[in-house]
């Protein structure tokens, strides 16, 4: 089953502009990350947040968790056509042991 | 340092056939995790080993089997494939496991089920 809900499910912005993507999930956790996927291949890693954590920044990148509400949001600044990828968000269940959740994505298309 | 390695990249096969996917984890890292992804969805997860050691396993049939070597490298095998099972399968190495722990993703198996 997926924990995570992302939205929106797609994204269509202009180069420059700043995306925003959400993230809900469901069960207390000890972690979320939020990964990038071109076009089918491998996920690469873009940042992790503790659940202790609030704001964690990595480059262009800011990641905001509340724990209270469940929720979570990826902002990429100042966004660049190779941005252009799906993104999912992944939690990291308390118990669950490295064991990863993720909801089903966010198809994010950049405009150059 | 390489990253996480797959092999084969692509694999076609038919219904009732057996698939073994291999696994190489990063350098140093000792869990590796197996997930699905069909098309379209998130990645499930399938299983998890740490030290050789089954740690943790998805809602997968008994068709899904996997092991872990001394070199921390490891197989996943599909028993009597179904065309669902056609997908991208992803192995991820972690140093360890536990809370917190990155996840590194490889860059996939895509499997095809004829």
């Known amino acids: 089953s997926q924990q995570g809900e992302e939205d929106p499910q797609a994204l269509s912005i202009q180069e420059g502009e700043n995306a925003t993507m959400n993230c809900s999930y469901k069960t207390s956790i000890n972690n979320l990350q939020w990964y990038r996927q071109n076009s089918g291949r491998g996920l690469v890693h873009l940042i992790l947040?503790?659940?202790?954590?609030r704001e964690k920044h990595s480059g262009r990148l800011r990641v905001t968790l509340d724990t209270s509400k469940k929720s979570s949001s990826l902002l990429i600044t100042a966004s660049r056509a190779a941005d252009t990828a799906s993104y999912f968000c992944a939690t990291d269940a308390t118990g669950a042991n490295s064991k990863l959740t993720f909801g089903k994505g966010i198809t994010l298309s950049v405009r150059p | 340092d390489a990253g996480v390695t797959q092999s084969p990249t692509h694999l076609i096969k038919t219904r009732g056939q057996q698939v073994t996917l291999r696994c190489s984890p990063i350098?140093?890292?000792?869990?590796v995790s197996w997930y699905q992804q069909v098309l379209g969805q998130g990645p499930q997860f399938i299983f998890q080993?740490?030290?050789?050691?089954?740690?943790g396993r998805g809602n997968f049939p008994d068709r899904f089997s996997a092991r872990q070597f001394p070199n921390y490298s490891s197989e996943l095998n599909v028993n009597a494939l179904l065309l669902g099972d056609s997908a991208l399968y992803l192995c991820?190495?972690?140093?360890?496991?536990?809370?917190?722990?990155?996840?590194?993703f490889g860059p996939g198996t895509r499997l095809l089920v004829l």
């Open positions: 947040i503790r659940s202790n954590e």
């Open positions: 080993y740490y030290e050789k050691e089954e740690r």
């Open positions: 350098s140093g890292h000792k869990s």
């Open positions: 991820a190495s972690s140093l360890v496991t536990g809370e917190s722990e990155t996840q590194y």
